[in-house]
């Protein structure tokens, strides 16, 4: 009896989600010895392009329910990568800054990412590349998706 194949290919959303999945798993495992997970990373990132931002600010910007957040800037903060100041503009809150070591991690980090990608996307040319990114930016924005952050921030810390 011959044993049945798996398809070759199949509907577009399972591909991007099992490619997604993949992808996401391999990443985490290669930030391990950094200490870091995806999201720390994330958090890393976003400060890195808006330093001065209020716990608040962040949470709105990363979908994330902000007792996560608090839990995921402490662990920051308690590794010496990000720190709260007191906010120039409003004493009741705190901006968000990373420290001169977590602008060191994140460049790993990215470091890290890049070297990803070039694995995750080697059975693509350069040309190739370029055209599926361009096709995922316009899912992505057709979707709604914010530029930048992962939709998975959502849903932590929810059941």
Same mark, same amino acid.
């Given at each position: ?63 994330? /329910?902000?007792?996560? %957040?608090? @839990?995921?800037? !402490?662990?920051? #903060?308690?590794?010496? $990568? =990000?720190?709260?100041? *007191? ?28 070297? /990803?990608?070039?694995? %995750?996307? @080697?059975?693509? !040319?350069?040309? #190739?590349?370029?055209? $599926? =990114?361009?096709?995922? *930016? ?22």
């Amino acid at each position: 009896m011959k044993q049945r194949q798996p398809p070759r290919s199949g509907p577009t959303a399972f591909l991007l989600s099992q490619v997604g999945a993949h992808a996401a798993i391999r990443f985490a495992q290669k930030l391990g010895p950094l200490g870091l997970a995806p999201p720390h990373v994330g958090i890393l990132r976003a400060l890195s392009e808006s330093a001065g931002m209020s716990q608040q600010q962040l949470a709105t910007l990363l979908g994330l /329910h902000p007792s996560r %957040l608090v @839990a995921l800037v !402490d662990d920051l #903060e308690g590794r010496g $990568l =990000a720190e709260r100041r *007191e906010s120039p503009d409003d004493r009741r809150t705190h901006a968000l800054a990373l420290t001169e070591d977590g602008k060191k991690t994140l460049a790993e980090a990215m470091r890290i990412s890049s070297k /990803h990608q070039d694995e %995750l996307c @080697a059975a693509l !040319d350069a040309k #190739e590349r370029e055209q $599926l =990114a361009q096709l995922l *930016e316009k899912i992505a924005q057709q979707q709604g998706l914010t530029p930048g952050v992962h939709p998975g921030f959502s849903k932590m810390g929810k059941k």
